[in-house]
C-alpha cells in the first residue's frame, strides 16, 4: 500500500484562483483550509463581540474593528479572521496588493466551530503569533469560554476577561456571558 509523504502546498495565486462558491478559503504555511458559512450562533457571538469592542477601540484610538471579508497576509498565508483590531491602511492603493503591507493586528478573534477547531486551535495560532499580533482570543461555544493567547502566556477565562492593548489608557474588561 502506497502512503503518501508529501503533502501538496498551495500558493496564493492558486487560492486566488478557486471559486466564489460560499466557502471560505485561507491559505497557512502552504496549508489550504475551506470552511463553509458560518451559522447563526457564531455570528451572534461575534456581533455582540464587536458591539462591546468597537466603542473601546474608537475611544482608545487603536483603530478600526474589522470584520470577516478583510484578510490578514503574512510571508505566503493568508486568513480571513473573524475579528480584527487593527490600524487603518496606512497607503491604501484599492488594490488586493494592499493586504500585503496592511499593519499587523493587534487583536485578532475566531470563534470555533467544529469545521475550524483543529486550525485555531494549532496552525492559526502558531501562524498568528509569529506574525505578531499581540494577542489571541478564541471563543468557544461549547465551553462558554474564551481563550486568550500571547507571546508569553495561554489563559482560558470563563467569567470575564480584561484586554489591555499597548495604546490604550485603560483596560477593556467584560463579563464572558454577554457574548453568549
Partial sequence: ???????????????????????????VRGELFVTPPPGDEHETILAKLSAILTP????HELGLVYHPKSVMRFKGSEVEPDLMV???????????????????????????????????????????????????WIVDPDERSMTVVTKQATSVERERLTWSPRAAKEPLTFAIAEIF
Fill in 86 to 136: 487593527r490600524k487603518p491602511h496606512p497607503k491604501r492603493r484599492g488594490s488586493d496588493r494592499d493586504w500585503n503591507t496592511a499593519p499587523i493586528p493587534e487583536l485578532v478573534v475566531e470563534v470555533l466551530s467544529d469545521h475550524t477547531r483543529r486550525r485555531d486551535l494549532n496552525q492559526k495560532k502558531s501562524f498568528y503569533m509569529d506574525a505578531g499580533v499581540a494577542e489571541y
Fill in 56 to 59: 473601546y477601540v474608537r475611544q
Fill in 1 to 27: 500500500m502506497a502512503v503518501a509523504t508529501r503533502v501538496r502546498k498551495w500558493t496564493l495565486v492558486e487560492v486566488h484562483r478557486l471559486p466564489d462558491d460560499g466557502n471560505k478559503y485561507e491559505l
